[in-house]
């Protein structure tokens, strides 16, 4: 069974301090997609990013970064230099690949960020 | 891309009663999901939406309680009957498999907010 494990429930730090949120996964296929969602106060669903397991590049947008690593089962995100409009709780997500690419999502339990001034 | 619309936004409901949500896709989808996020909670799969036939419903999750329709390629629904106080929720429709050309993501509508009193 797929499982995603975001073991740190809850983050406070000072703006412009760089956080990482961890992500450990858990599946038997050697296909699939890891995600990473915001969600800000409001409720939405933010999409932050797609990886397929088949590309293990680091990737960097802005101050927003991700460290993925097969060998260790782990997807890990970070926020340089943080502010404040970052304070939310944010998902590591896992899905089945299916013939019509990812499909439905495994969630982690979330990490509630929350960026002090 | 895909852009989902969900009805209602938000309601306060009386136990007992049931609510139907309306998930709209402004494109043709293959594949459409049901998700639960409990207050504080992370996401849950409660069931893929399947046209012209029933839904595949995870454990936990039975078609009495959360009856499912998908009409056609661009809309459904999810009815929440018999609510109770523990089905206070934001449900959440999301998407995949976009026609005519699917780019393998998935899209999450802004979800709705039920308080069942």
Do not use: H
């Not at chain 1, 949120?21 to 296909?31: A, I, N, S």
């Amino acid at each position: 069974a797929q499982k995603v494990t975001q073991a740190q429930t809850e983050i406070s730090v000072v703006e412009k301090e760089d956080v990482t949120l961890d992500c450990v996964y858990e599946t038997r296929d050697t296909t699939y997609y890891l995600f990473w969602y915001k969600q800000p106060p409001s409720g939405e669903l933010v999409f932050l990013i797609r990886r397929n397991s088949f590309d293990e590049q680091n990737e960097i947008s802005g101050r927003y970064s991700w460290n993925f690593q097969k060998s260790t089962s782990s997807f890990n995100f970070t926020i340089t230099a943080s502010q404040v409009v970052d304070s939310a709780v944010y998902f590591c997500a896992l899905s089945e690949p299916g013939i019509q690419g990812a499909q439905k999502l495994v969630f982690g339990q979330g990490t509630r960020l929350t960026i002090n001034p | 891309s895909a852009v989902i619309s969900q009805k209602p936004s938000r309601d306060i409901c009386q136990r007992g009663t049931s609510l139907t949500i309306q998930c709209q896709v402004d494109s043709q989808v293959t594949m459409m999901f049901w998700y639960r996020q409990q207050p504080g909670q992370s996401l849950t799969l409660i069931a893929t939406a399947n046209q012209g036939s029933e839904a595949t419903y995870e454990s936990g999750f039975v078609i009495d309680k959360f009856p499912i329709s998908r009409p056609n390629l661009t809309f459904s629904t999810l009815t929440v009957s018999n609510m109770s106080p523990e089905d206070s929720s934001i449900y959440l429709c999301s998407v995949a498999g976009t026609i005519p050309v699917n780019t393998g993501e998935l899209f999450f509508g802004e979800g709705s907010r039920l308080t069942v009193l």
